[in-house]
T-cell receptor, first 113, second 116 residues
């Protein structure tokens, strides 16, 4: 079945760039997502990328997609302490229920002052 | 805007007890989902409802039942709770309309369940 993998922890200094990586196995994935979860809260969509795109930029966030290697990354520029959270990579397939996403285990980002 | 509302937020059960987690959304979304989140295991789909009147099993449905009461509400029932069901449960919803339909999930704040 589908599988999404990501490293569990990342620690950076405030002001540095953070890069969170993700690999997935389903070649039929249509949308790939990054969700953010703050302590004690539900997940919120941070950004998404359609499978026919290589890159998407949104303010401090840059998403890179290598479809050949099934590799997705999220870069956060000028990381702030408020960016400390768990970041989930997820994928879904077009043509089926688009909201039925498969999630990775989450990467806990710690930003040190 | 309330979004997705789950109740209760916290619950402690004894093994064998039953309970129902309630979820309601006010965004007129067609699809609703129940996920569980366990440490180091990400989110796993328990059941989903693509539209009012339909429900389907997800990845980990054993020990659970669901009811799509109407378009707004989707409940999750544990008939005989087990310690392995100790988890954080998230309800989510999404729309199947709009262009593009990105499949974005809107999550509730979670229900933390402990089974002793």
């Amino acid at each position: 079945g589908e599988d999404v993998e990501q490293s569990l922890f990342l620690s950076v200094r405030e002001g540095d760039s953070s890069v969170i990586n993700c690999t997935y196995t389903d070649s039929s994935s249509t949308y790939l997502y990054w969700y953010k979860q703050e302590p004690g809260a539900g997940l919120q969509l941070l950004t998404y990328i359609f499978s026919n795109m290589d890159m998407k930029q949104d303010q401090r966030l840059t998403v890179l997609l290598n479809k050949k290697d099934k590799h997705l990354s999220l870069r956060i520029a000028d990381t702030q302490t408020g960016d400390s959270a768990i970041y989930f990579c997820a994928e879904s397939r077009w043509g089926t229920n688009a909201g039925k996403s498969t999630f990775g285990d989450g990467t806990t980002l710690t930003v040190k002052p | 805007n309330a979004g997705v509302t789950q109740t209760p937020k916290f619950q402690v059960l004894k093994t064998g007890q039953s309970m129902t987690l309630q979820c309601a959304q006010d965004m007129n979304h067609n699809s609703m989902y129940w996920y569980r989140q366990d440490p180091g295991m990400g989110l796993r789909l328990i059941y989903y409802s693509a539209s009012e009147g339909t429900t389907d099993k997800g990845e980990v449905p054993n020990g659970y039942n669901v009811s799509r009461l109407n378009k707004r509400e989707f409940s999750l029932r544990l008939e005989s709770a087990a310690p392995s069901q100790t988890s954080v449960y998230f309800c989510a919803s999404s729309t199947t309309s709009g262009t593009p339909n990105t499949g974005e999930l809107f999550f509730g704040e979670g229900s933390r369940l402990t089974v002793l």
